[in-house]
């Protein structure tokens, strides 16, 4: 909350509850087109809108006016601090859709958010809400070996993907080793928030949670099926964790960013260098730079979104959106995941968000720019559709 809100920390910003005016009427929240995905800039000035009433008010309500779960990342961003907050939030409005995504997944149980009334789950599949403790919280000896709660996020993972693709219109299913390299990628990403979220420690927090649902189409016989998956970190952001990085690295951040700087970008160097941590074999851990390895895990997450989710209708064509920071970065149409350097073999993967794919042209201020809010970790917001004519004819002719 004092990330997000950095005046709470000021002497007489946030006040005890018996020292808040009593004569104050109950403040009204409201939330609308609460998703990462289309309104990163309104969605975060709206959680940081949450902390500041709770730095202050004596009640208020959150008025959540979506009729449906756009996206659960920005409801896990509230997850993460929901639990430390004053109790002054007294209920408001969620549409019964809204309620049983939230229901589904875990994440309105783990903000002890009461949805008795939910018990109809038709038409959603959850990706369960699986949470690693907060940082340095463990009391293990080997914590860098104790994987149990990734493993259980990536078997998670899988089982949901399953019974994703298994639906009736659709009827697919991961083969062996599909289960595993859809494991390894996550597993990565995990252990990779674990490591860069909590400095030296390399003992960070992390949440993931997503959920699938099934809408009608304006297709006639056919269903919409759309996907949502949340990972959230608490900590350091991509930009403070790459201070750590190699001096091999640091030198070729520093090239970009002044590169950048040259043809005119106006981002600021936080967000330059958090496009620089999307790129493959970029990462802040040294050893990993010496020895050739790690810095692929957000490139295979984006190959992988972008391979599944592809469709005949551009409004539903996946789209992933990464705050970091004070930074944004937009991933959809050509700008949805890596390419290789044409002409060079098993090149690494690289987005520099411009059309010459060149770390030598400042990035499109549409897909990365600076937010007025800042969030003190990194969130990845994934969203895609399931198109059953368009995955049985990819694989049909596969």
């Known amino acids: 909350m004092d990330g997000l809100h950095p005046q709470r920390s000021l002497p007489n910003t946030w006040k005890k509850l018996a020292e808040r005016d009593r004569q104050q009427e109950t403040v009204g929240i409201n939330l609308s087109n609460f998703s990462f995905l289309d309104h990163p800039e309104e969605t975060l000035t709206s959680i940081k809108e949450i902390a500041i009433a709770e730095a202050h008010a004596l009640s208020a309500r959150l008025n959540f006016k979506d009729k449906n779960c756009l996206d659960v990342a920005p409801f896990m961003t509230l997850m993460e601090f929901w639990s430390d907050m004053v109790p002054i939030f007294e209920g408001g409005e969620m549409d019964f859709p809204?309620?049983?995504v939230l229901?589904?997944?875990?994440?309105s149980q783990a903000m002890g958010i009461g949805l008795g009334g939910v018990s109809d789950f038709d038409d959603v599949w959850a990706f369960p809400l699986t949470r690693r403790r907060r940082p340095g919280s463990t009391v293990s000896r080997t914590?860098?070996?104790?994987v149990p709660t990734r493993d259980t996020a990536t078997t998670r993972f899988c089982t949901a993907m399953n019974d994703?693709?298994?639906q009736p219109d659709i009827s697919l299913e991961l083969s062996d080793s599909g289960a595993a390299k859809l494991m390894n990628l996550l597993g990565e990403v995990l252990e990779n928030a674990e490591r860069h979220s909590d400095g030296a420690r390399r003992d960070g927090a992390w949440s993931v949670s997503g959920f699938l649902t099934r809408d009608s189409s304006d297709l006639e016989g056919e269903w919409k099926y759309?996907?949502?998956?949340g990972i959230i970190s608490v900590g350091n952001t991509f930009?403070?964790?790459?201070?750590r990085a190699h001096p091999n690295q640091l030198e070729k951040i520093d090239e970009y960013v002044k590169a950048a700087r040259r043809d005119g970008a106006r981002q600021s160097d936080e967000t330059l260098r958090t496009v620089c941590a999307l790129q493959d074999t970029v990462t802040c851990v040294s050893e990993a730079e010496e020895e050739s390895r790690g810095g692929y895990g957000l490139m295979d997450i984006l190959d992988f979104v972008d391979g599944l989710g592809q469709t005949d209708d551009p409004a539903l064509l996946p789209r992933v959106t990464i705050i970091s920071g004070r930074s944004c970065i937009r991933l959809f149409g050509s700008y949805i995941s890596g390419k290789e350097v044409p002409g060079e073999v098993h090149s690494p993967r690289v987005q520099w968000f411009n059309k010459e794919n060149s770390a030598k042209v400042r990035p499109d201020e549409n897909h990365v720019f600076d937010l007025s809010a800042s969030f003190p970790g990194t969130v990845i917001s994934i969203g895609f559709c399931l198109d059953p004519s368009y995955l049985s004819r990819i694989f049909n002719d596969a």
């Open 103 to 107: 229901a589904a997944t875990g994440v």
């Open 226 to 229: 759309r996907a949502s998956i």
């Open 164 to 166: 994703w693709l298994g």
């Open 143 to 146: 914590r860098f070996v104790d």
């Open 239 to 243: 930009s403070e964790s790459l201070s």
């Open 98 to 100: 809204m309620q049983k």
